[in-house]
């Protein structure tokens, strides 16, 4: 039986932020940065934490904080990196510019992931996209994206293909959909709107 000291939590936060500017991870909502939100997200449902951070590093955060291994290989490179760094067999990786994500959402993928033996438990969203940036994936996945990255085969969708996936979905009828659990923040606008929706829902 797994139980929540079988899960790392892994916060990405090692994106280059070209549209937005600046390091997105940084950017404030609601008087916390989106990194600090997910950090509290993750830590109430695992003692265990990790910081995908890049070439990034974050002072003011005391979680370890894994750069990547092999650099330039976007967030496949960063999902490797901390995922090897990872103790546990479980670790649900997700991405620190989804700031409308639910705490109930990410407990429902880990309690998913403990019941089923597949590679990634990962959400489906409305349109039919795996969501891969919100996701729990199994240690013994490592060796099939490390021999993506040395091919230089960097998509996320090519990792799915190829693992064992089990998928939730999370069309209108789920009880925790939300039109907007899973858009990302990576321009200013998408940030003024995440604000405006964060006020709104409180």
């Known amino acids: 039986m797994i139980s929540k000291a079988d899960i790392t939590g892994i916060v990405l936060a090692g994106g280059q ?118 996701a729990v994936y199994h240690k013994n996945i490592l060796p099939l994206i490390e021999k993506q990255i040395k091919q230089k085969s960097l998509k996320l969708k090519m990792m799915a293909s190829l693992a064992s996936v089990n998928k939730v979905h999370i069309n209108i009828h789920h009880p925790l959909y939300s039109p907007h659990t899973f858009t990302n923040v990576n321009t200013p606008g998408t940030l003024k709107t995440m604000r405006e929706l964060w006020q709104k829902d409180r």
Request: proline content about 7%; overall charge negative.
């Open 17 to 134: 932020s070209r549209r937005m500017g600046f390091n997105k991870a940084e950017a404030s909502l609601n008087g916390e940065s989106m990194l600090t939100r997910m950090i509290e997200k993750l830590s109430a449902l695992t003692p265990n934490l990790l910081l995908s951070t890049g070439s990034s590093t974050y002072p003011n955060i005391h979680w370890p904080q894994i750069p990547d291994e092999y650099i330039n290989c976007g967030p496949l490179g960063g999902i490797y990196s901390a995922i090897k760094a990872s103790t546990t067999p479980l670790n649900i990786v997700v991405s620190c510019d989804m700031p409308l994500i639910s705490s109930s959402l990410l407990l429902q993928l880990v309690g998913q992931a403990m019941e089923n033996d597949a590679m990634i438990t990962v959400p489906v969203d409305a349109d039919n996209q795996l969501q891969l940036l919100c």
